[in-house]
């Protein structure tokens, strides 16, 4: 089964940058879709960015240009690069593959937005 390990959260200041990383192990080569969801207390959980292979990303419509997706196969691992951060950043950030109709989630890992 398909694993999700994410890494890179913690607290940082308004205006800070934080380098999020989704290792995906258990499966001979990374899925070509990749996402990262966040959760922010008392909200539903929604898309931050999407890569289809190496061409395709996606964003949340509240990223403006701060957040980079990217990925790494040769390092089963997918990157999520924010900048600018914003205490309305402020959630627990999930990484995310569809597969073979099912999803798939990472533990999650807190990102914290504060001075």
């Known amino acids: 089964q398909v694993q999700l390990v994410e890494s890179g959260g913690g607290l940082v200041q308004p205006g800070g940058s934080l380098r999020l990383s989704c290792v995906v192990t258990?499966?001979?080569?990374?899925?070509?879709?990749m996402g990262w969801y966040r959760q922010a207390p008392g909200k539903e959980r929604e898309l931050v960015a999407r890569?289809?292979?190496?061409?395709?990303?996606n964003y949340g419509d509240f990223v403006k240009g701060r957040f980079t997706i990217s990925r790494s196969d040769a390092k089963s691992t997918v990157y999520l690069q924010m900048s600018n951060l914003k205490p309305e950043d402020t959630a627990v950030y999930y990484c995310?593959?569809?597969?073979?109709?099912?999803?798939?989630w990472g533990q999650g890992t807190q990102v914290t937005v504060s001075s």
């Open positions: 995310h593959t569809p597969l073979a109709g099912h999803n798939y």
């Open positions: 258990r499966i001979s080569s990374i899925p070509n879709t």
């Open positions: 890569i289809i292979g190496y061409g395709d990303r």
